[in-house]
């Protein structure tokens, strides 16, 4: 690249350097960084265990997006330098050019991060796959589906902790239930909810017949303790039964799975995974938090709708995302549009660009 060209990318660098001061809010967030760690060095500070951990995670989010910034600020300087002295010597034509790069790539990244303003967006998620219909073939795609996410999250560096997986009848899984903590893992797997449609031969046929198939995905936030939910323990069944599924020790031996039902609402949470009954009923309960927040917004939003005389478009579960395996192999998002033919990745957890390709038409559609 001509020095002509790597001093325009530096150019225009600078002035998304400059955006994201503003957008990034970053003097607010070191404000409220100051505040958080003045907080953490109080002497009682562990005395909440829970809400201590709450203060250290958001503390440690905001400290992630400062350093994030500072990093692109030097190494625009970096660049700025390089591109100085590449007049008297060209291989630091080739530094401005790599700083030039990294930094393009990084304020790309900060660019993405500030589309998650909402209230949880930056925060640990719990995600279900549910299958939908064609049967065992159903619960071998909600197994698929499992294991796409979880290699994602571990690609991105997030921690997996399994809360339920109930085997199929034979094949599969008839329900997966995975918490997700890592660095705005609930506002970047929103773009995951609904039905995801699968089209094979199918494995289970001995005629090799196509075979479409569907599961749901539904994704939830983690709700800190002080988000209030209407939840009254007296309204929740609580069941306990022998495990079915893999876990540590003495599963399968003690009745250590928990089952909760809702009464008013008639939700169910189960949850088997953890090694005792209690951590199998504190992971139900996060869970059943979860849905009955999610269900009061969305109540909240219909009536809102209905004040300003709006239809809502039923989305919710509808089909967003067809995974082609025969007569040709595609994965396309009936959203953004993004789509690639290495199915195989995907389905590894190359998930992405489809995950960055939906908040993108998500913002430009807002």
């Given at each position: 690249?001509?020095?002509?060209?790597?001093?325009?990318?530096?150019?225009?660098?600078?002035?998304?350097?400059?955006?994201?001061?503003?957008?990034?809010?970053?003097?607010?967030?070191?404000?409220?960084?100051?505040?958080?760690?003045?907080?953490?060095?109080?002497?009682?500070?562990?005395?909440?265990?829970?809400?201590?951990?709450?203060?250290?995670?958001?503390?440690?989010?905001?400290?992630?997006?400062?350093?994030?910034?500072?990093?692109?600020?030097?190494?625009?300087?970096?660049?700025?330098?390089?591109?100085?002295?590449?007049?008297?010597?060209?291989?630091?034509?080739?530094?401005?050019?790599?700083?030039?790069?990294?930094?393009?790539?990084?304020?790309?990244?900060?660019?993405?991060?500030?589309?998650?303003?909402?209230?949880?967006?930056?925060?640990?998620?719990?995600?279900?796959?549910?299958?939908?219909?064609?049967?065992?073939?159903?619960?071998?795609?909600?197994?698929?589906?499992?294991?796409?996410?979880?290699?994602?999250?571990?690609?991105?560096?997030?921690?997996?902790?399994?809360?339920?997986?109930?085997?199929?009848?034979?094949?599969?899984?008839?329900?997966?239930?995975?918490?997700?903590?890592?660095?705005?893992?609930?506002?970047?797997?929103?773009?995951?909810?609904?039905?995801?449609?699968?089209?094979?031969?199918?494995?289970?046929?001995?005629?090799?017949?196509?075979?479409?198939?569907?599961?749901?995905?539904?994704?939830?936030?983690?709700?800190?303790?002080?988000?209030?939910?209407?939840?009254?323990?007296?309204?929740?069944?609580?069941?306990?039964?022998?495990?079915?599924?893999?876990?540590?020790?003495?599963?399968?031996?003690?009745?250590?799975?928990?089952?909760?039902?809702?009464?008013?609402?008639?939700?169910?949470?189960?949850?088997?995974?953890?090694?005792?009954?209690?951590?199998?009923?504190?992971?139900?309960?996060?869970?059943?938090?979860?849905?009955?927040?999610?269900?009061?917004?969305r109540k909240r939003a219909e009536e809102l709708d209905e004040l300003r005389g709006e239809r809502r478009d039923n989305s919710f579960g509808s089909q967003i995302r067809n995974y082609v395996l025969f007569p040709y192999q595609l994965v396309k998002d009936l959203r953004s549009g993004v789509e690639t033919g290495n199915v195989d990745a995907v389905l590894g957890g190359a998930l992405e660009p489809f995950v960055i390709?939906?908040?993108?038409?998500?913002?430009?559609?807002?």
């Amino acid at each position: 690249m001509e020095i002509r060209d790597i001093q325009k990318d530096i150019e225009k660098a600078a002035s998304r350097v400059e955006d994201a001061f503003s957008f990034l809010r970053i003097d607010e967030k070191r404000t409220e960084l100051a505040s958080l760690d003045e907080q953490a060095a109080a002497p009682d500070f562990w005395n909440d265990a829970d809400a201590a951990q709450a203060v250290s995670k958001k503390a440690a989010n905001l400290r992630a997006t400062i350093e994030d910034y500072e990093r692109a600020c030097g190494l625009l300087d970096d660049a700025q330098t390089a591109l100085e002295l590449a007049g008297d010597d060209a291989a630091f034509a080739a530094e401005a050019e790599e700083a030039a790069g990294e930094l393009t790539a990084l304020l790309d990244a900060l660019e993405i991060e500030s589309w998650f303003a909402g209230e949880f967006d930056a925060g640990d998620a719990i995600l279900t796959v549910n299958p939908g219909q064609g049967g065992l073939e159903a619960q071998d795609w909600t197994e698929m589906l499992y294991q796409m996410y979880v290699h994602y999250a571990e690609d991105k560096g997030w921690k997996v902790t399994v809360l339920d997986l109930v085997p199929g009848e034979g094949i599969g899984l008839d329900k997966a239930t995975i918490q997700i903590e890592g660095r705005y893992a609930y506002g970047m797997l929103r773009s995951e909810i609904g039905i995801h449609r699968l089209v094979r031969i199918s494995p289970t046929d001995a005629k090799k017949r196509r075979q479409t198939t569907f599961a749901s995905v539904e994704v939830l936030p983690v709700l800190t303790d002080d988000i209030e939910v209407d939840l009254n323990p007296a309204d929740v069944r609580v069941d306990v039964y022998r495990s079915s599924g893999p876990g540590g020790q003495c599963v399968n031996t003690t009745d250590s799975a928990v089952r909760l039902t809702h009464e008013p609402t008639g939700i169910v949470v189960t949850c088997q995974n953890e090694k005792s009954q209690l951590q199998n009923k504190e992971a139900a309960f996060r869970v059943l938090r979860a849905k009955l927040y999610e269900l009061e917004e969305r109540k909240r939003a219909e009536e809102l709708d209905e004040l300003r005389g709006e239809r809502r478009d039923n989305s919710f579960g509808s089909q967003i995302r067809n995974y082609v395996l025969f007569p040709y192999q595609l994965v396309k998002d009936l959203r953004s549009g993004v789509e690639t033919g290495n199915v195989d990745a995907v389905l590894g957890g190359a998930l992405e660009p489809f995950v960055i390709g939906y908040h993108t038409w998500r913002v430009s559609n807002q």
